[in-house]
């Protein structure tokens, strides 16, 4: 069963959800796309980087940006990369307030991870879906937010022995 039906079955049934979807641009947003037919019956907006490839898009849902600072916020010295969290944090707190997901939906990278661990800390249901890329072991970004996931969803059923609370979904592209 593939993520989009997983994702469908959980939300099968419950009516009016406002859910959030965030992501970087790239292969990130691309397999994010290709789950909007499962959530397709209810308020979705995206968020990811305001990047010339994602202004260029006319996404099919209502889309939050944020101004990006690096492209690559994993290779920053510690400092650069704490401020560019806390920029991340900022504006997405911002669209948190604004918004009020109920459901926060993500297949990474960095700037997943403050709107996650904003959403569980005001009991929102948090999935995550692992980067198909991800063959032999997590993301960075999935390992931080593995944790406080309500579902976590890989695409290689090998993933399964080492994160047991993991779930096999099938590939999303």
Known sequence: MG?????KVILGGMDGLKICLVCSHGGHLS????????????????????????RKVNFPVRSCFIKIRNSDAFQLKLVQLLKHM????????????????????????EIAIPICYLGKLCGKKIIFIESLSRVNDLSRTGRIIYPISTLFLVQWKKLL?????????????
Do not use: W
Request: glycine share 4%; proline share 2%.
């Open 3 to 7: 993520e989009s039906r997983i994702i």
């Open 31 to 54: 397999e994010m796309l290709q789950l909007l037919d499962a959530v397709k019956e209810h308020n979705v907006f995206l968020v990811t980087y305001s990047e010339k490839s994602t």
């Open 86 to 109: 806390l920029h991340i944090t900022y504006d997405e707190l911002k669209i948190f307030l604004k918004e009020k997901p109920d459901i926060i939906i993500s297949t990474g990278s």
């Open 161 to 173: 022995i080492k994160y047991s609370k993991a779930k096999y979904g099938g590939r999303v592209l």
